[in-house]
């Protein structure tokens, strides 16, 4: 049975590596995961889990991204070395909003809005801003082609568009890819960015998961510790993967593919828990 969970573990953090960065809601996919093959789990342990599993990808945007976000690396010049702390800048006030909504929310915003309804309908909705803005894309021409040219001021507002972010099956980086390119942020620099703004406010928010699993008298058990630790590897294996893929995908494409793909799984969403309503409604008795 401990093998069997460590291998349940290991799938969502697969799920979770490839879902995190792409737009497409790795919340919406986790919750069918956990439909059809639930993991035999504490629902505190669950609750963690699903958001420390998250470490892994934010692990891989490190890696991936290490010498440009280095202001230490010896072969870089002065002005490089200054425009890699503008860049750690602009990340730090782009995350200021939604940690300090994220400290004072998640827990209410969890309560209110974790359910299937609220992920089928995001990801049914921004699918289709997805597809709308991308119509309107087609012969734009975006004002800022890299981080290095986004300002601070749009380092801001792109960091208030990331507080939608809350709300079950928006995505993060789908809601932060939005927002920067309505600023005129290029579809490159607007995943960079998302993908940076992830690396501060995903520890944080692991990290606070983790301190109020055990604040509520919650502890690890051996087990737990090789599942959670199956889960974080896979998660940082796959992203590094994810994460390529995306960054060379959009080189030569809009995210209009990403918009059907939400709307579709959004519309499986919401089709399979009405189902389970309708086969669960109890029978009125014959007369």
């Known amino acids: 049975m401990e093998i069997i969970e460590l291998l349940k573990s290991i799938l969502y953090g697969i799920v979770e590596g490839v879902t995190e960065f792409l737009p497409i809601s790795s919340t919406g996919h986790l919750l069918l995961l956990e439909e059809f093959l639930p993991m035999n789990a504490s629902e505190a342990f669950m609750e963690m889990f699903d958001v420390v599993v998250q470490l892994g990808a934010i692990l891989a945007v490190v890696v991936v991204y290490f010498n440009k976000l280095n202001p230490f ?9 200054r425009q890699t702390w503008a860049i750690w800048g602009k990340v730090v006030i782009g995350c200021i909003p939604a940690a300090v909504f994220g400290f ?7 309560e209110h809005f974790y359910n299937a309804y609220v992920v089928a309908a995001m990801l049914i909705l921004y699918g289709l801003l ?4 991308e119509t309107k894309n087609r012969k734009r021409s975006f004002s800022v082609q890299t981080v290095a040219q986004l300002s601070y001021v749009g380092a801001v507002m792109i960091g208030l568009f990331q507080i939608l972010a809350m709300v079950p099956g928006t995505s993060r980086s789908g809601v932060t890819i939005l927002g920067a390119m309505l600023l005129g942020v290029s579809r490159v620099a607007a995943a960079e960015f998302s993908f940076f703004l992830s690396i501060p406010i995903m520890f944080g928010a692991s990290g606070l998961k983790l301190v109020k699993f055990v604040l509520n008298g919650n ?6 510790i090789w599942i959670l630790a199956g889960g974080v590897v896979s998660a940082f294996i796959v992203a590094l993967i994810a994460i390529r893929f995306l960054m060379s995908y959009i080189k ?3 995210f209009k ?3 059907y793909y939400r709307i579709a799984l959004g519309l499986l969403v919401l089709a399979y828990f009405l189902m389970q309503i309708f086969v669960n409604m109890p029978v009125a008795p014959a007369a």
């Open 73 to 81: 690396a010896p072969r870089k010049s002065q002005k490089q070395k």
């Open 104 to 110: 004072l929310f998640d827990d209410w915003m969890d």
């Open 130 to 133: 997805f597809i709308v803005l």
């Open 219 to 224: 502890t690890l058990a051996d087990t737990e």
């Open 252 to 254: 030569r494409h809009d």
């Open 257 to 259: 593919a990403f918009g």
